[in-house]
């Protein structure tokens, strides 16, 4: 079975463009979270989704989105872009939305704000 | 507010030697403390997952132990490897969907 996959996996963008990253979960799984991670630095949380309900939100401003479809996909948009938002965006996709349930990560999309 | 300390930030050491990293947390309530190997340009992997009632846990030659009453976490590499060179993050779980990510160990293992 393929594991999560996201795309693309780099992406250059200019100051106030915008941008979706998207996001497979495994197979049957009907939860996707999404993560932020600077360089040098561990994850943080920016939403997750079950059964394409938002079940959690982080610190984020409202640049930021998502959404989950019925195939259990997911997108992650953020509009407005600044320099600040280069990061390493993670997608990780787990069976429900229990906390002792595993995630799984992706190879996560690299994002550079220029 | 809810902080994950990792120690050290970074480590080196040789193939085959032992080593310990520690994680330090204030996320209460309290619901799950995992361990992540995350090789550089690859999401992370998780490691081990302790409960409150759960003290040690071992995956192969990672040992993690879990100390709730001190909030405290330490993840253990027996005979270390060349594959082993990584970051290694803790994450804890409390009463919310929101888990708090340490910002990792880096593992570096010479030949």
């Known amino acids: 079975d393929a594991g999560v996959t996201q795309s693309p996996t780099h992406l250059i963008k200019t100051r106030g463009q915008h941008v979706t990253l998207r996001c497979s979960p495994i197979s049957g799984h009907k939860s996707v979270s999404w993560y932020q991670q600077v360089l040098g630095q561990g994850p943080q949380f920016i939403f997750q989704y079950y059964e394409k309900e938002e079940r959690g939100r982080g610190n984020f401003p409202d640049r930021f989105s998502a959404r989950q479809f019925p195939n259990y996909s997911s997108e992650l948009n953020v509009n407005a872009l600044l320099l600040g938002d280069s990061a390493l965006y993670l997608c990780a996709s787990s069976f429900t939305s229990g906390s002792t349930d595993t995630q799984y990560f992706g190879p996560g999309t690299r994002l550079t704000v220029l | 507010k809810n902080q994950v300390e990792q120690s050290p930030q970074s480590l080196i050491i040789l193939e085959g030697k032992n080593c310990t990293l520690q994680?330090?947390?204030?996320?209460?309530?309290?619901?799950?403390l995992r361990w992540y190997k995350q090789d550089t340009g690859r999401g992370p992997v998780s490691l081990t997952i302790?409960?409150?009632?759960?003290n040690t846990k071992s995956n192969g030659r990672y040992t993690a132990t879990l100390d709730a009453d001190t909030k405290q976490s330490s993840l253990h590499i027996t005979a270390s490897q060349l594959s082993d060179s990584a970051s290694y993050i803790c994450?804890?779980?409390?009463?919310?969907?929101?888990?708090?990510f340490g910002r990792g160990t880096s593992l570096i293992v010479h030949p």
């Open positions: 994680c330090n947390y204030t996320v209460s309530p309290f619901s799950n």
């Open positions: 302790m409960t409150f009632s759960e």
């Open positions: 994450v804890v779980r409390g009463g919310s969907y929101i888990p708090t």
